[in-house]
Nanobody
Framework: QVQLGESGGGLVQAGGSLRLSCAAS????????MAWYRQATGKQRELVAT???????NYADSVKGRFIISRDNAKNTVYLQMNSLKPEDTAVYYC?????????????????WGQGTQVTVSS
């Protein structure tokens, strides 16, 4: 069993910053790609940023230059530093991790989701 626990959301004024964290726990052999998604009210969930196990990153155009994704492999944790926040960044943010687990000696990779954390940016 694997769980992803998110923290760091909240209410911030436009131009402010927040840092989200997502820690994985449970039966983990290794963690491959990690990512942050977001879903605004009435909209589809969208990819915000990804980071591979080796540290390569990719960002949605809407957050490039403002958000930074990073990870601490020793802590099984992924972070999202959000700067220069805009009202359009308001959404529920979800972390997603592709985690390798071992069951009966066999490796399986599953994609796990966090429970989501609300980020609200006021104008």
């Amino acid at each position: 069993q694997v769980q992803l626990g998110e923290s760091g959301g909240g209410l911030v004024q436009a131009g402010g910053s927040l840092r989200l964290s997502c820690a994985a726990s449970g039966s983990i052999f290794s963690i491959n790609a990690m990512a942050w998604y977001r879903q605004a009210t009435g909209k589809q969930r969208e990819l915000v940023a990804t980071i591979t196990s080796s540290g390569s990153t990719n960002y949605a155009d809407s957050v490039k230059g403002r958000f930074i994704i990073s990870r601490d492999n020793a802590k099984n944790t992924v972070y999202l530093q959000m700067n220069s926040l805009k009202p359009e960044d308001t959404a529920v943010y979800y972390c997603n991790s592709k985690i390798d687990t071992v069951v009966a000696g066999l490796h399986y990779e599953y994609a796990y989701w966090g429970q989501g954390t609300q980020v609200t940016v006021s104008s």
